[in-house]
């Protein structure tokens, strides 16, 4: 008899434990399923308000830009680093000058230097296209300003402007191709690490930072650096001309501040955007036609990622049910 009451005993507190797990688990799953609508309207919300602020915002931002209905400057930006996946890019900017040249009421432009340089291919599509500019438009002229400093790449860019304008204390030049990397081999050995590599080309772990470099290899890889450097001499000497000065560092890769720079012939003298446009263009209204990614696309990528995780959970919650 009292094995029998044990077992019914045993068999009773398995069910109650059974029935609280369930509930238990229900009332976890009815809790995640709560927060992750609670997260689907929090963003809808946030997505909401930025929404309204943009569209609140857009009159100002737009008339901070200027008047593009009367005469004036068009300016473009060439800041930060020049790469194709950075903001100052040739498809970006190229497609800055092709807006500013199609306004009709763009009087002159006005290219606006602060960058260190950077690719040397997205600089010289760049150089090309004004250039190209300059021979089918003959009488819109193209002037660069440079803020802090245009060096290596962002020279290449200005180079191929009519004139190029410093602050006394500006930074240009840096006429020169650069490659660096680094070398891992003797620590490799003082680790007791072994390099297993294998490739199918004599040279295609050329650079490998794990192994010796080859002399040979490096030979090559310095005549590349050359060739690259030699394109950019070209263009630095067809868009300045006889305004460079006789000098032997000229294309050494040194750099100068704004008033040497203009001793040397590298730029052509001192002055901002508002002389620029004032004074030489004769259109003192400044536009900006830079291309720029706009809020609510900044915005909706940041969101991106975590709104597209919240809905998919939803969905996988209703798919459940």
């Known amino acids: 008899m009292d094995n029998q009451n044990k077992a019914e005993v045993i068999r009773e507190s398995g069910w109650e434990r059974e029935v609280i797990e369930k509930l238990a688990l229900a009332a976890v799953t009815e809790q995640t399923r709560a927060r992750r609508w609670g997260v689907f309207f929090k963003s809808l919300m946030f997505v909401y308000l930025i929404a309204v602020f943009g569209v609140a915002m857009y009159p100002k931002l737009s008339k901070d830009m200027g008047d593009v209905s009367k005469d004036h400057t068009a300016v473009i930006d060439v800041v930060g680093m020049i790469a194709e996946d950075k903001q100052a890019n040739a498809d970006s900017i190229i497609g800055s000058l092709r807006d500013a040249v199609k306004d009709k009421h763009t009087k002159g432009i006005i290219l606006h230097a602060n960058s260190p340089g950077g690719s040397p291919v997205q600089s010289s599509y760049i150089y090309e296209e004004i250039r190209k500019i300059k021979k089918e438009h003959p009488s819109l002229p193209i002037y660069a300003v440079v803020s802090d400093i245009c060096a290596s790449g962002c020279y290449f860019i200005v180079a191929a ?21 680094f070398g891992f081999v003797d620590v490799m050995q003082k680790l007791g690490v072994e390099r297993r590599l294998l490739t199918a080309g004599a040279h295609k772990a ?65 002055g901002n955007q508002d002389y620029v446009a004032k004074e030489l263009i004769g259109a003192d209204k400044l536009v900006d036609f830079s291309r720029q990614e706009h809020f609510l696309d900044k915005i909706a990528g940041k969101l991106g990622a975590s709104f597209g995780q919240a809905i998919g959970s939803m969905a996988q919650d209703l798919s459940l049910r």
């Open 206 to 270: 050329m650079l490998d930072p794990f192994s010796p470099s080859k002399e040979g290899e490096t030979q090559y890889i310095q005549g590349l650096l050359n060739q690259v450097h030699q394109q950019f001499i070209s263009a630095v000497k067809a868009g300045r001309g006889d305004r460079l000065k006789e000098n032997p560092d000229m294309f050494s890769g040194l750099v100068w501040t704004g008033e040497e720079g203009v001793k040397q012939g590298i730029v052509d003298g001192v």
């Open 161 to 181: 402007s009519d004139k190029i304008f410093v602050n006394p204390s500006s930074l240009v030049g840096s006429i020169g191709v650069l490659m660096d990397g």
